[in-house]
């Protein structure tokens, strides 16, 4: 069964760092992965996907992130935090068809 | 280009009261898609229907939920007789094609008093 995990809650960085937020999955057959951005008693806006092709996949407002099949996983990263960047982030993998699977969240906080 | 809508924002029900959320897609998609965030958790799927029909609603519960997407008008999602724990936030997503990627609408906050 398809599964996907965001190993840490909350992830606090100051403004101008860098930031890596995690997940790993798990799927039978090729991964299709998505990130998503949840900011508060919002729905959820659609940052980057990987379908097939370069392992980097570059996304809205400054996001990346890189697929590594050999750890299963697809970090989602930016060179340099913005306080506005501070939400929710969901990693999501889709199953061979429409489902997507999503991950349980991960917190960011940039602090000024 | 209006993207999803839901409506209402917030809705307050009294136990075994009935709620109906409503989803408008994406102007030229017919895919819906219903999914269920519990509060501190990740959005579990429950159904996906395409007009007038139920493609996959092996997300939602057994009793008391329901869903449908007529020829004309929004995707309804139904709870009869709501309970506590059906309080949680209710997504709607819509695709132009099955496989295509899904975009959220933003939700309906569902509260159970």
């Not at chain 1, 379908?51 to 570059?58: H, P, Q, Y």
């Not at chain 1, 407002?61 to 929710?88: C, I, M, R, W």
């Not at chain 2, 997300?59 to 506590?84: D, N, T, Y």
């Not at chain 2, 899904?102 to 309906?108: A, D």
Request: proline residues 6%; positive net charge.
């Amino acid at each position: 069964a398809q599964s996907v995990a965001q190993p840490e809650d909350q992830v606090n960085v100051a403004e101008g760092n860098p930031l890596t937020v995690k997940c790993t999955y798990s799927v039978s057959g090729n991964p299709y992965l998505f990130w998503y951005v949840q900011y508060p008693n919002r729905g959820l806006q659609f940052l980057l996907k990987y379908i097939t092709g370069d392992n980097l996949v570059k996304g809205s407002y400054g996001f990346e992130a890189e697929f590594n099949k050999s750890q299963t996983s697809f970090h989602l990263k930016k060179p340099s935090a913005l306080v506005s960047d501070s939400a929710l982030y969901f990693c999501a993998v889709r199953d061979s068809s429409y489902k997507l699977i999503f991950g349980s969240g991960t917190r960011l906080l940039v602090r000024p | 280009n209006a993207g999803v809508m839901q409506n209402p924002r917030h809705l307050v029900r009294r136990r075994g009261q009935e709620a109906r959320l409503r989803c408008s897609p994406m102007k030229g998609h017919s895919h819906v898609y219903w999914y269920r965030q519990l509060p501190e958790e990740g959005l579990k799927f429950m159904v996906y229907l395409q007009k007038e029909n139920i493609i996959d609603e092996s997300g939602m519960p057994k009793e008391r939920f329901s869903a449908e997407f007529p020829k004309e008008g929004p995707s309804i999602l139904r709870i009869q007789q709501v309970v506590r724990g059906d309080s949680a936030a209710y997504f709607c997503a819509s695709s132009r094609e099955r496989a295509y990627e899904q975009y959220f609408g933003p939700g309906t906050r569902l509260t159970v008093t």
